[in-house]
């Protein structure tokens, strides 16, 4: 079992449409990262959140850390094609162990 | 790239060989980790380091070993390679600071026939 769900696994809308992804566990974490990852690459850092309730906005993309800081979303607004891509949340585990989620991969059709 | 780098890019191997998988950094991080991506599981961790010599399993340990002789250097082996460790395998660095973030190489896709 993952110890990081993330919601959907994959997701294909059309340009302009709003979406939100999401990541949940049953334990806590330290904090949460949501990266992106391009075909061929290794996953880049969007954000981090650290404090439970924490919104932090990245121009269309709002991260949200939820208040018992077990789960977090991703919401984009007016999704754009650049937008396609693999995202993963990964929760921080004790002593900088890093554990991810499945994945939502993400179609912008134009 | 974060000055990470991972050799080789490509490898095909028979059942049971061994292979070894290396990653070089050049940014003085303090920790280094392994991870392999496989379709619909995301990342899971196969072991990390967080000093010369210092290392530790992660999920997906099983099959797998590493080495950490050097600060930029980690060494991933395979001791005899199996089918179900066809996957592509990621290599990431990370400073010290808790939250701060994963930086990862571009992947080694391996596969075992």
């Known amino acids: 079992t993952q110890l990081l769900e993330q919601s959907p696994q994959f997701l294909s809308i059309q340009e302009g449409e709003n979406l939100t992804v999401y990541c949940n566990s049953s334990s806590v974490f330290s904090s949460l990262q949501w990266y992106r990852q391009e075909p061929g690459e290794g996953p880049v850092l969007l954000v981090t959140v650290v404090t439970g309730g924490e919104v932090k906005k990245l121009k269309r993309l709002t991260f949200q850390f939820g208040d018992a800081r077990k789960d977090s979303s991703l919401h984009i607004t007016a999704a754009q094609p650049g937008d396609t891509g693999l995202y993963l949340c990964?929760?921080?585990?004790?002593?900088?162990?890093?554990?991810f989620g499945q994945g939502t991969r993400l179609t912008i059709n134009p | 790239d974060a000055g990470i780098t991972q050799s080789p890019r490509h490898k095909v191997t028979e059942t049971g060989t061994p292979v070894t998988l290396r990653c070089h950094q050049t940014?003085?991080?303090?920790?280094m980790y392994w991870y392999r991506q496989d379709p619909g599981h995301g990342l899971r961790l196969i072991h990390y380091?967080?000093?010369?010599?210092?290392?530790d399993k992660g999920e997906v340990s099983d099959g797998y070993s590493v080495s950490r002789s050097k600060t930029e250097d980690f060494l991933l082996t395979l001791e005899s390679a199996t089918s179900s460790q066809t996957s592509v395998y990621f290599c990431?660095?990370?400073?010290?600071?808790?939250?701060?973030?994963?930086?990862f190489g571009n992947g080694t896709r391996l596969t075992v026939t």
């Open positions: 940014e003085n991080h303090r920790y």
């Open positions: 380091s967080y000093g010369v010599k210092d290392t």
């Open positions: 990431a660095i990370k400073h010290g600071d808790n939250n701060s973030p994963l930086h």
């Open positions: 990964a929760g921080i585990q004790g002593a900088q162990k890093l554990v």
